[in-house]
């Protein structure tokens, strides 16, 4: 039995209690999410004896435009009394909007303000709302220095004022943002059995031990989720510290003047350097000139958000000169497709993961297996090691 389904069973009943709200945007992600539901529903109630089927779980919706931009949400059909599960990608900048016979990409301010279109038109007639956003609006902007906004915890503020009851999100920032709203539930998962899944399925020639792999933060505020990675795998870490200009302020943050290396030697050993944001990905790319100048042999960057704010040349020029191996991230938010093209970018699907946690939280099901995959990323190490590497891909399939 696969691991997570020995967690939890559908019972084949309630089909009509849960709801899940695609938004533009995220519709590709809801489509393949709402697959595995309804395939898992289905086979359970078929187990049981049941003959009701369900077709799809996804609620019809849209929020057109008026010529002047103005928009207003609308859903298709009725939610009362079902518990409702929003998804939305703030970070889908290829959706577009007409005003004044313009077209307008969407910012993660519209992505947010159709959210909030499409909780009104709930109209409070819902059991429960539940807004899956896996990449937080405003979550680079979660702490305060002198004169600014707070926008992620105003964010959350509101979303709470709105009825909504929980939040779901994927490696956020900073989640100590959490504290703006202790009465809401906050769940922030991490991609990282999918990340490490997927590496090992690309990259079957990897060698995790000790000896021959290690693990690199790119800066102090990373640590955490690669103090994750080297406990789980028993690899030495080290940690790069930016030194900033803070004296100046360039596209809204602090310019780095040096990294500065602190750790075991590198020599020879296969890097993982995990973060949160590939923006521009400047960090990304000295850290690996840093790295190779040490003498380590494979690099592979990993983030949860691939976003590559000022485009794919720069990355293109760097792996064409050998400083790194892959990039490593999820469908979590809006990729390019030329990225997707790219023969160093491998994409982890998370659309199987979301649905076990939408099933085991619609359910009333803990998750706490799900926050924490110690024990399923050791399976995977254990099936990787002892598997033929013509096999890999299938035998650590789920």
Not at 30 to 53: H, I, P, Q, S
Not at 95 to 111: E, I, L
Not at 254 to 278: L, R, S
Not at 368 to 397: C, G, R, W, Y
Request: proline share 4%; aromatic share 10%; glycine share 8%.
């Amino acid at each position: 039995m696969p691991f997570f389904e020995s967690i939890f069973r559908f019972d084949g009943e309630g089909a009509n209690n849960m709801g899940i709200i695609a938004l533009e945007g995220a519709r590709e992600l809801g489509r393949e999410v709402d697959k595995y539901l309804v395939n898992w529903y289905n086979t359970e109630a078929e187990k049981n004896g049941k003959k009701c089927r369900v077709e799809t779980f996804l609620i019809s919706n849209s929020c057109p435009r008026f010529t002047t931009g103005d928009g207003k949400g609308l859903i298709a059909e009725s939610v009362r009394g079902k518990d409702i599960y929003i998804v939305s990608d703030v970070g889908n900048y290829s959706v577009t909007y007409n005003m004044f016979g313009t077209p307008h990409r969407m910012s993660p301010d519209d992505h947010y303000a159709d959210l909030k279109r499409i909780i009104s038109a709930i109209g409070g007639k819902a059991a429960s709302i539940t807004v899956v956003m896996p990449m937080l609006y405003g979550g680079r902007q979660h702490r305060r220095n002198s004169r600014e906004s707070l926008d992620c915890s105003q964010m959350l503020r509101e979303l709470e004022t709105m009825g909504v009851q929980d939040i779901i999100t994927f490696d956020a920032h900073d989640p100590r943002v959490q504290n703006a709203v202790p009465l809401m539930g906050f769940d922030n998962f991490f991609p990282t059995y999918q990340i490490l899944k997927a590496l090992l399925q690309h990259y079957s020639e990897v060698n995790m031990s000790k000896e021959q792999f290690m693990i690199v933060s790119p800066d102090e505020g990373a640590m955490s989720r690669n103090i994750y990675y080297a406990s789980v795998l028993g690899t030495d870490l080290g940690m790069f510290y930016k030194r900033r200009d803070y004296a100046n302020v360039v596209n809204g943050r602090n310019p780095i003047v040096a990294h500065e290396y602190i750790g075991n030697d590198v020599k020879g050993k296969d890097i993982f350097v995990a973060d949160d944001i590939i923006a521009t990905g400047d960090s990304m790319l000295k850290l690996c000139i840093e790295l190779k100048e040490r003498g380590a042999g494979k690099i592979f960057l990993s983030a949860t958000y691939a976003l590559f704010t000022e485009g794919l040349q720069k990355f293109e020029d760097a792996y064409n000169k050998g400083l790194f191996t892959a990039v490593l991230s999820t469908n979590l938010t809006y990729c390019m497709p030329e990225l997707l093209e790219k023969p160093w970018f491998v994409q982890a699907d998370m659309s199987k993961f979301l649905a076990y946690i939408i099933a085991a939280c619609n359910q009333k099901k803990s998750i706490t297996v799900l926050l924490d995959p110690h024990d399923k990323i050791h399976e995977l190490i254990e099936k990787f090691n002892s598997a033929k590497p013509m096999q890999l891909a299938l035998d650590i399939e789920e």
